[in-house]
């Protein structure tokens, strides 16, 4: 009894590490879940959701009055790849139309919609590990864990997808955690679209994304385009991920690793989608 | 009544705890220097640490790393671990130092900064994360804790005010 009153608080110390040890392994193998802070965490959420807005919206008023001179120039520059890519379209809708398979795949993905929700981030991870962020949306907005992040826009017809952003880790009542395409724990299959050979690209420590194929044979250049396979069924297929910024071949040189510039600026995003299944 | 600190003081610091998680998630965002981020709510806990116990730095920590990993994180326990380690530890020494010499903030922050980049390489290099990219990390690693470092200072500063305002005693 002595000993225990003696040495109280070194037995705290170490319990609360053993304690912290054993969560950390079951949390990190998935055999526990997050804690949910309930009511206090929707209050933080809220707190969060405030103070995010009040620091964008003050970041892009400053930004605006400085950039109101670039303005014009990148105005001009827009009208005119807005007629390059009018043109553009219209040669491939003439090449599609020729073929009636192109035309019903063509017909079929203009069609196909997302069910989706709005989200808004209200936190960042801006530790240098992780590549993470909360939104304002969760279980009682029909949000569940594995649903994609996407930035898009939103049209009269539909949302126009600009790129991944990543997966919903984490559903609270009223917020979700997701975890970004250059996080470590996010591995996402994809297809070449110049050649439709797949693979996994994965995310890492240091914020770059690097991926490999299934096929060691297959190639890859700067500048190809990345989109979801599908493969899997977490993702759904055709998510623009990215493009292939460097090939580089392993070291035993039998396979290329390549490494991707997301399609996405993951340090400015606001409003994201999430699509649910 | 928590020994060596009055509950008023408690509850002063751990809303400032919850404060500063706010602000390092979401405002300190868009306000990066060299695309690095200082750390509040480290520089917050060696700041009541220091002033504290072992205890009671080693609760305020815990509080800390649970707000993070409950809010942010998927892996639960990772920074409740770092945070209630760095404040029990820095707590418990405390006492050792000269707690009115701001240097004595300034080492205790920068050193905090590096321990607990340390102890996060280590915890996910048992985790099985790819850590051989993480010397990229170095860089902003020093940075920040350069900036973790000469901030406490204005930081304490600032505690120190708002202890006089709220009548509580630092």
Not at chain 1, 1 to 24: P, Q, S, V
Not at chain 1, 99 to 109: C, G, I, V, W
Not at chain 2, 46 to 71: E, H, N, P, Q, W
Request: hydrophobic share 45%; charged share 20%.
């Amino acid at each position: 009894m002595n000993f225990l009153k003696r040495h109280f608080k070194k037995i705290l110390f170490f319990l609360t590490i053993f304690i912290l040890i054993i969560m950390i392994g079951l949390s990190s193998i998935g055999r526990m879940e997050g804690a949910d802070l309930g009511f206090f965490g929707n209050f933080i959420a809220g707190l969060q959701k405030l103070t995010y807005k009040t620091g964008g919206t003050f970041t892009n008023s400053f930004y605006s009055v400085q950039e109101i001179v670039k303005m014009r120039e990148e105005n001009i520059m827009l009208t005119e790849n807005v007629y390059k890519l009018r043109d553009q379209v219209r040669m491939l809708e003439n090449i599609v139309n020729k073929s009636d398979a192109l035309k019903t795949e063509y017909e079929m993905r203009k069609s196909l919609s997302y069910d989706y929700v709005v989200g808004q981030v209200i936190a960042v991870d801006n530790s240098n590990w992780f590549s993470r962020f909360t939104v304002d949306r969760g279980e009682n907005d029909g949000i569940r864990q594995n649903d994609i992040v996407i930035q898009a826009v939103k049209t009269d017809d539909n949302i126009v997808q600009i790129g991944l952003l990543g997966i919903v880790a984490e559903t609270s009542s009223d917020w979700s955690k997701i975890i970004t395409v250059t996080d470590e724990r996010c591995k996402v299959s994809f297809k070449n679209n110049a050649n439709d050979e797949s693979g996994i690209v994965q995310g890492s420590i240091d914020g770059t994304i690097t991926g490999y194929f299934f096929n060691s044979k297959a190639g890859a250049k700067a500048g190809d385009s990345l989109v979801t396979s599908g493969i899997g069924e977490v993702y759904i297929p055709d998510i623009y991920i990215g493009d292939v910024k460097d090939v580089v071949k392993t070291t035993d040189a039998s396979t290329l690793r390549i490494i991707v510039e997301p399609a996405v600026d993951l340090t400015k995003i606001g409003r994201v989608y999430i699509l649910t299944k | 009544m928590i020994k060596g600190l009055n509950m008023k003081k408690y509850i002063f610091m751990s809303s400032l705890i919850i404060i500063g998680f706010v602000l390092q998630t979401s405002l300190m965002g868009f306000i990066n220097l060299f695309n690095v981020i200082p750390n509040i709510s480290l520089i917050l806990l060696v700041i009541f640490a220091m002033l504290t116990d072992g205890v009671s730095g080693g609760t305020l920590g815990l509080l800390t790393g649970i707000l993070y990993d409950a809010m942010i994180y998927d892996i639960f326990g990772l920074y409740a671990l770092i945070y209630f380690l760095t404040g029990a530890v820095i707590g418990t020494i405390s006492d050792e130092m000269l707690r009115e010499n701001q240097l004595v903030y300034s080492l205790a922050a920068g050193l905090s900064t590096i321990v607990m980049h340390l102890l996060l390489y280590l915890i996910l290099f048992f985790l099985r994360f790819r850590v051989q990219s993480a010397h990229g990390l170095l860089p902003s690693i020093l940075v920040e804790t350069i900036l973790n470092a000469v901030l406490v200072v204005f930081v304490l500063r600032f505690f120190i005010y708002l202890s006089y305002r709220f009548n509580v005693k630092a």
